[in-house]
């Protein structure tokens, strides 16, 4: 079985290359990406192959509506010759159209009701996959059939955040004792993305409120990103916009503030305290874990505000109810790629 993975956003190469390990052993895997935030670094760190075809077209709709087809003839271009049996993705709204052209079958998973790029993937996919607490009829506007949809237990995180808890819980109880300060990491918003429609750059107030009081590292979405954050006058905070891996990050967070999705999610999930500052309308599940205790959402965090959350904060340790459902789905989706692709 030839099984295709289209990687074109960082929190993909975490969810699934231990996937990716386990079909290498007796399949083909062929790994595309795309030069969005961090995802060909956290690659090379992981030590995937994989081949880069298009690029991002930023945050300007006319661009990335003209981009999609450019980048579905080059990711079928390549892929021709290839006898591809199965395309599985996380929200590339490229790869179901590409399976399709290639007589290939299709899973396509996705948790962003907001993503307009689901109306060509529900189209095309051959099977949609779904967290539980989403709705069919928050996807239908989309084109998503009931006939296509398969829901799994829990959050997509959970599905590889089951087999990273036991090293993160062993690194965690292993800091030595620090005679530094508390550690914060903050996560920037997605200033490219499609669904988010808030203001860029409001983290800057609340970054430099911080500065003198915690150890504080800033997690930009790429290099360009990054330029902002490397401005003077945020001299004294960490930035990294290169590849920091999930182990680096958890075991050595005290507080978590989140502008984006995934990571925010990954620690809360993890049982860091974590508090998102999401300022565009909220997805479902980042509602899924407010309503169980997960994490807490101000948009206007201040840094007054954040210290005190910080002095009252508990480590509860990683949700096993959500690592649980994560181990499942991950099951899941493994079963279904063994199903569809030895169909072909």
């Known amino acids: 079985m030839n099984v295709w993975f289209d990687l074109h956003n ?3 190469i975490n969810m699934f290359r231990k996937l990716i390990g386990e079909l290498q052993g007796k399949h083909e895997v062929v790994i595309t990406a795309r030069p969005l935030a961090n995802t060909i670094d956290l690659l090379e760190l992981h030590q995937l192959n994989y081949v880069v075809v298009g690029k991002h077209y930023g945050a300007n709709i006319a661009r990335k509506l003209l981009g999609y087809p450019v980048r579905v003839r080059d990711l079928y271009s390549f892929l021709k010759d290839r006898s591809i049996d199965l395309a599985v993705s996380q929200s590339s709204f490229h790869s179901p159209l590409v399976a399709r052209l290639l007589g290939a079958r299709s899973i396509y998973l996705n948790d962003n009701e907001h993503a307009l790029g689901n109306v060509p993937a529900f189209l095309f996919a051959d099977v949609i996959m779904l967290p539980e607490f989403l709705d069919i009829r928050s996807v239908r506007w989309q084109g998503a059939r009931a006939a296509k949809v398969r829901h799994f237990p829990g959050i997509k995180e959970g599905m590889y955040l089951w087999y990273f808890a036991d090293q993160f819980t062993s690194r965690r109880a292993d800091r030595t004792a620090r005679d530094q300060r508390r550690t914060v990491y903050v996560r920037p918003e ?20 911080l500065r003198d009081h915690v150890a504080l590292t800033v997690l930009p979405r790429g290099r360009a990103q990054g330029v902002h954050y490397r401005d003077e006058k945020f001299k004294g905070i960490r930035v990294v916009d290169t590849a920091l891996d999930l182990a680096e990050i958890a075991p050595d967070c005290d507080l978590f503030i989140g502008a984006g ?12 305290p974590t508090v998102s500052i999401y300022r565009s309308e909220l997805l479902d599940v980042d509602r899924y874990l407010l309503r169980r205790g997960c994490m807490q959402h101000r948009p206007d965090l201040d840094a007054e505000t ?7 904060a508990n480590e509860r340790g990683p949700n096993l109810e959500l690592l649980d459902k994560g181990k499942v789905a991950y099951t899941q989706l493994h079963s279904l790629i063994l199903e569809l692709g030895g169909r072909h």
């Open 261 to 272: 999705g995934t990571m925010t999610r990954e620690m809360a999930v993890l049982g860091i």
């Open 190 to 209: 997605p200033w490219t993305a499609q669904y988010y429609k808030s203001e860029i750059n409001f983290l800057d107030s609340l970054l430099l409120g």
């Open 10 to 12: 960082s929190p993909h």
């Open 306 to 312: 954040a210290l005190k959350i910080l002095d009252k």
